[in-house]
């Protein structure tokens, strides 16, 4: 069995993957201070409430947070005798190219986003996730990763609404019932929630405008949905496409060993 773990600067989630389908999955609060043995009793605990009774063999770990991987790949390596593929490692093989500048150092989650979009929907893609940031990916016509955008998180600017005006409290997003508030907190859904739809909308124009091509536009994380309710910003979505993308690139590590 795979475990595959996706780090983001927010949460972790945790996947087991039979090699059709993933059984189980689990998702945590990212803390750089926990430890393997944490890890463990949580995954463990977790795993026995289930009744999940599966020997883990393999674990790839995707992490924009660096300092966590060190006490992920322990936790691997001892609970699980295994090392871990790490994206973004040189050991880790990617089945697409990464054409950016010389130098330029590509979130990992990007990268594997990249890899799942091309497996499932070919390529000409746009992929929009919404986490901590708000990003855009773009895969060329081969699968490639080129570019993309990264704009503030959606949560992350609600936050900073509340934190930098003392007179605006904390808000939850969601979508408005109509564009003009009546009160403080219709005031402040309405304008996160429109400004992002057309945040989205204008820079996937754009970017299809300067590659001069139809491209697919492709949703993950966690408010895709909520958006999507407002108007037809994406052509799919996807729930797993991280998860997804991790198990492809472990398969493509695992094919190279063998050849």
């Known amino acids: ?15 087991i993957w039979d090699g059709s389908s993933f ?29 999940l009774d599966v020997e883990i063999t393999d674990v790839i770990i995707s992490s924009t947070v660096p300092r966590v991987v060190f006490n992920l790949r322990v936790f691997a390596d001892r609970y699980f005798n295994t090392r871990p593929l790490v994206v ?39 992929v929009v996730d919404f986490g901590t940031a708000t990003t855009f990916d773009v895969v060329a016509s081969d699968g490639a990763y080129v570019g993309g955008v990264i704009a503030p998180g959606v949560n992350l600017s609600l936050e900073a609404l509340h934190n930098a005006a ?3 409290p904390h808000v939850d997003i969601s979508k408005p019932q109509a564009v003009v508030g009546t009160n403080t907190v219709a005031c402040m859904q309405s304008g996160v929630f429109w400004g992002y739809v057309g945040l989205v909308r204008e820079i996937c124009a754009r970017i299809k ?8 536009v492709i949703s993950t994380g966690g408010l895709a949905p909520l958006f999507q309710q407002a108007v037809t910003l994406f052509d799919e979505y996807q729930d797993e496409l991280t998860m997804h993308g991790l198990t492809v690139i472990h398969k493509y590590n695992k094919e190279c060993a063998e050849q």
């Open 1 to 15: 069995m795979l475990l595959a773990i996706d780090c983001g600067n927010t949460n972790t989630v945790f996947s």
């Open 23 to 51: 059984i189980a999955t689990w998702r945590t609060a990212t803390e750089w201070q926990r430890t393997a043995d944490q890890y463990y009793v949580w995954l463990s605990s977790l795993m026995k409430f289930q009744q």
């Open 88 to 126: 973004g490692k040189p050991e880790c093989a990617l089945p697409v190219d990464v054409r950016v500048d010389e130098g330029t150092a590509v979130g990992p989650d990007r990268l594997v986003n990249t890899v799942a979009g091309h497996d499932l929907y070919g390529g000409d893609l746009i």
């Open 166 to 168: 003392a007179a605006l």
């Open 209 to 216: 405008a300067e590659r001069d091509r139809d491209m697919k």
